[in-house]
């Protein structure tokens, strides 16, 4: 027929397919920002079972920070008096599960022996006692005033 226009009515299908993209799309933009709960994760540092041992590592080193009160005492470790430092220090042990003695002196204070952890770094701190002083019973005199005493 040539004279005859055909109308194709696209406009239809467009729109309604202009309009399931849209709603595709704003579907798949709310899935993505839709905040959902982050799990639990399980803790990363393993416990070892209760029944097991700890074993140290003897080429660890231990830092134990160490002050006394007052401060400038000697630390000596007593299996072998050897002086570790003066207190206000940081004193280093090999990794042990026994404690190491050590004593803190200072001239005119009474010392102190204490048990250090060589397990895990630590600090510790001493108070030092003064060594208390004698009360004379009696009063000490002079050398002249006996010699005076005696001539009377």
Same mark, same amino acid.
């Given at each position: 027929?040539?004279?005859?226009?055909?109308?194709?009515?696209?406009?239809?299908?467009?729109?309604?397919?202009?309009?399931?993209?849209?709603?595709?799309?704003?579907?798949?933009?709310?899935?993505?920002?839709?905040?959902?709960?982050?799990?639990?994760?399980?803790?990363?540092?393993?416990?070892? @079972? #209760?029944? !097991?041992?700890? $074993?140290?590592?003897?080429?660890?080193? %231990? *830092?134990?920070?160490?002050?006394? +009160? @007052? #401060?400038? !005492?000697?630390? $000596?470790?007593?299996?072998?008096?050897? %002086? *570790?430092?003066?207190?206000?220090? +940081?004193?280093?042990?090999?990794?042990?599960?026994?404690?190491?003695?050590?004593?803190?002196?200072?001239?005119?204070?009474?010392?102190?022996?204490?048990?250090?952890?060589?397990?895990?770094?630590?600090?510790?701190?001493?108070?030092?006692?003064?060594?208390?002083?004698?009360?004379?019973?009696?009063?000490?005199?002079?050398?002249?005033?006996?010699?005076?005493?005696?001539?009377?």
């Amino acid at each position: 027929m040539p004279g005859t226009t055909v109308i194709v009515q696209r406009k239809s299908w467009t729109v309604l397919s202009g309009a399931l993209a849209l709603l595709v799309i704003a579907g798949l933009t709310v899935a993505c920002h839709r905040k959902s709960p982050i799990p639990a994760l399980p803790p990363t540092k393993s416990q070892p @079972p #209760p029944d !097991a041992q700890w $074993v140290p590592d003897p080429t660890f080193l %231990v *830092l134990v920070g160490v002050e006394s +009160t @007052p #401060p400038g !005492a000697r630390i $000596v470790r007593v299996s072998d008096g050897w %002086v *570790l430092g003066h207190a206000p220090d +940081t004193i280093e042990f090999h990794q042990s599960n026994e404690p190491v003695l050590v004593r803190f002196e200072l001239e005119g204070y009474i010392p102190v022996t204490q048990a250090v952890s060589a397990a895990s770094d630590g600090n510790l701190k001493i108070v030092l006692e003064p060594i208390p002083k004698k009360h004379a019973t009696a009063t000490k005199r002079s050398k002249g005033s006996r010699e005076h005493r005696n001539s009377d």
